[in-house]
T-cell receptor, first 114, second 112 residues
Framework: DTAVSQTPKYLVTQMGNDKSIKCEQNLGHDTMYWYKQDSKKFLKIMFSYNNKELIINETVPNRFSPKSPDKAHLNLHINSLELGDSAVYFC?????????????FGQGTRLTVV | AQSVAQPEDQVNVAEGNPLTVKCTYSVSGNPYLFWYVQYPNRGLQFLLKYITGDNLVKGSYGFEAEFNKSQTSFHLKKPSALVSDSALYFCVHKAAGNKLTFGGGTRVLVKP
């Protein structure tokens, strides 16, 4: 069974469109994240939710809106897509708000904006 | 600011030789350090972590890492590299509030 799953795996869309990426984890974790990996493979956190509560919101354009309907899901909605949004987006989860637990990552969603 | 640095963009090693991937950190408080590996077109996989205790931590796939407080380093090592170890390796610090800060990554190429 896949621990952290994201859909879709690939997403190609035109500028200006609105799209969503879904993430689900079956590990029973209470914390979920979205990370962005740019073309140089650099990874940066975008959002983190703990028990459906937003706890980390980095300087991300407000076109990006995360939604956590329950602890097992954290979806990412992006409005008015821009060329610069092209990247690989990773969902992850971990247990607890302590710092000693590892995060488990999904396979990534490669978003290409044309 | 919390940060981790990986000074080498790429490491080349012959199969069977020792592999070292370097990481230095600059954090306030206790450093919670992790190593992750990313294979091509795949997600990140956890290798090992240092929280407290023994400075030498052992992880998956024969990897280990040594925490050195005086040198503020957490280098990843493997005694005998395999071609299948070729991948992108990330050193990561986890701060309170679960924020992960990634190093820039080091690409490892193991040649047969």
């Amino acid at each position: 069974d896949t621990a952290v799953s994201q859909t879709p795996k690939y997403l190609v869309t035109q500028m200006g469109n609105d799209k969503s990426i879904k993430c689900e984890q079956n590990l029973g974790h209470d914390t979920m994240y979205w990370y962005k990996q740019d073309s140089k493979k650099f990874l940066k956190i975008m959002f983190s939710y703990n028990n459906k509560e937003l706890i980390i919101n980095e300087t991300v354009p407000n076109r990006f809106s995360p939604k956590s309907p329950d602890k097992a899901h954290l979806n990412l909605h992006i409005n008015s897509l821009e060329l610069g949004d092209s990247a690989v987006y990773f969902c992850a989860s971990s247990q607890g708000r302590g710092s000693n637990t590892e995060a488990f990552f999904g396979q990534g969603t490669r978003l290409t904006v044309v | 600011a919390q940060s981790v640095a990986q000074p080498e963009d790429q490491v080349n090693v012959a199969e069977g030789n020792p592999l070292t991937v370097k990481c230095t950190y600059s954090v306030s408080g206790n450093p919670y350090l992790f190593w992750y590996v990313q294979y091509p077109n795949r997600g990140l996989q956890f290798l090992l972590k240092y929280i407290t205790g023994d400075n030498l931590v052992k992880g998956s796939y024969g990897f280990e890492a040594e925490f050195n407080k005086s040198q503020t380093s957490f280098h990843l090592k493997k005694p005998s590299a395999l071609v299948s170890d070729s991948a992108l390796y990330f050193c990561v610090h986890k701060a309170a509030g679960n924020k992960l800060t990634f190093g820039g990554g080091t690409r490892v190429l193991v040649k047969p």
